[in-house]
């Protein structure tokens, strides 16, 4: 039986959540004159606290629109608020974690972790550091090098590298997509973990409908691009949640069914 872990929550709360309202947003790409449209008319808000996940075919639009929250650019139409403060731009206040780690070689893990704050002008901070560090688990690796980590250990420091900045929005971009299963599973449970300790939002894009009922509150299906909203699923299984669960099969056939696979897919 797989579980996802129970969540420690005595301690402090010192990521406080902020909202996020998205509100009729349209995006597209401009390509050699061609104009391909990759979001349409998009609305939809997450509560400050909450996890949600994005759902929805390849290169249908869930990654553009992490892009648009995190301010890296801007959409054609419509706009994104956080707290209903418009987003013009990037803040540390909302971070992207990706796919790839993208650490820095020649930097060791504390170094890598303390760039962002450098880059704010802020200094390295030591103590935040380190408590970076041990929210993941890689106190004991600070001064290692990239090349001496395994992927799992690489996406933690990655993950370290955003958490020290203390955000209030955390997005993630199938930031486990590469990773070998139990590393996966090993790396949702504790991002579950930090998610419900710290109280940050959460707004996670992946293709992995399990992953996104083990960990998230609510779930959005997007339509194939330009993508629309065409399921928006509340999941109110309590903690720790099971596999096996009927309740979590049903809102697996649900999600699934929404994609595209049909009844003959659960034969």
């Known amino acids: 039986m797989v579980r996802a872990a129970q969540p420690n929550t005595s301690e402090t709360k010192d990521f406080p959540g902020a909202s996020v309202q998205v509100r009729s947003v349209s995006h597209a790409f401009d390509n050699d004159a061609q104009v391909l449209p990759v979001l349409g008319n998009v609305t939809f808000d997450v509560p400050s606290g909450e996890t949600l996940a994005l759902l929805g075919p390849s290169g249908c639009g869930k990654s553009?629109?992490?892009?648009?929250?995190?301010?890296?650019?801007?959409?054609k139409r419509g706009e994104i608020g956080v707290d209903h403060v418009r987003v013009v731009g990037p803040d540390p206040s909302?971070?992207?974690?990706?796919?790839?780690?993208?650490l820095l070689p020649w930097r060791t893990v504390k170094e890598n972790v303390a760039y962002g704050l450098e880059a704010q002008g802020i200094g390295k901070e030591k103590e935040r550091v380190l408590q970076a560090l041990q929210m993941v688990g890689l106190s004991d690796?600070?001064?290692a090098y990239p090349r001496e980590l395994s992927g799992g250990m690489a996406q933690r420091v990655a993950l370290a590298r955003v958490l020290v900045n203390r955000p209030?929005?955390?997005l993630l971009d199938e930031p486990f997509g590469k990773l070998d299963s139990l590393t996966r599973m090993t790396m949702q449970e504790e991002l579950l973990m930090l998610a419900r300790r710290h109280?940050?939002?959460?707004?996670?894009?992946?293709?992995?409908?399990?992953e996104a009922l083990l960990l998230?509150?609510?779930?959005?299906?997007?339509?194939?691009?330009?993508?629309?909203?065409?399921?928006?699923?509340?999941?109110n299984l309590s903690f720790p949640r099971f596999r096996d669960d009927p309740e979590f099969i049903s809102l697996r056939r649900?999600?699934?069914v929404a994609l595209g696979h049909g009844e003959e897919f659960f034969r």
Do not use: C, K, W, Y
Request: glycine residues 2%.
């Open 64 to 75: 553009t629109l992490l892009r648009l929250i995190a301010g890296l650019e801007m959409p």
């Open 94 to 102: 909302r971070l992207l974690v990706f796919q790839d780690p993208l």
């Open 141 to 143: 690796f600070a001064a």
């Open 168 to 170: 209030r929005v955390l």
């Open 199 to 210: 109280t940050f939002t959460t707004v996670l894009v992946t293709h992995d409908v399990e």
């Open 216 to 235: 998230a509150t609510r779930i959005l299906v997007f339509s194939s691009r330009p993508a629309e909203i065409i399921l928006d699923l509340e999941n």
């Open 254 to 256: 649900q999600s699934l």
